[in-house]
């Protein structure tokens, strides 16, 4: 089974910028899609982007209305890395970040999940 690790998260003024990166332990991004998922406190786990399978480091994208401009998911998958450029941080950015490989039946059935990074963005 592949594993997913998120990485870059850190505390930053709004207005600034971070690159997050979700790790697999094995080649997957090239043949599964992927997404981007938020937790703020008190909140649900809400969706920010996708990305489908490829070879291309950018094709296949779609964001939420509340990052879109402002994210940018690219992928290395010589590197099995999928990234997420966030830029012009706003407060209410300020949450765990996932990244996630939906199962796909019947094949591969476990939801892979990350264990989260924080973003925390300051005013």
């Known amino acids: 089974q592949v594993d997913l690790a998120e990485s870059g998260g850190g505390f930053v003024q709004s207005g600034g910028s971070l690159r997050l990166s979700c790790e697999a332990t094995?080649?997957?991004?090239?043949?599964?899609?992927m997404g981007w998922y938020r937790q703020a406190p008190g909140k649900q786990r809400e969706w920010i982007a996708s990305?489908?399978?490829?070879?291309?480091?950018?094709?296949?994208?779609s964001y939420a209305d509340s990052v879109k401009g402002r994210f940018t998911v690219s992928r290395d998958n010589a590197k099995n890395i999928v990234y997420l450029q966030m830029t012009a941080l706003k407060p209410e950015d300020t949450a765990v970040y996932y990244c996630?490989?939906?199962?796909?039946?019947?094949?591969?059935?476990?939801?892979?999940w990350g264990k989260g990074t924080q973003v925390t963005v300051s005013s």
């Open positions: 094995g080649a997957i991004f090239n043949i599964r899609p």
């Open positions: 990305m489908s399978a490829g070879l291309t480091p950018s094709g296949g994208t």
């Open positions: 996630n490989v939906p199962p796909k039946m019947p094949l591969n059935p476990v939801d892979l």
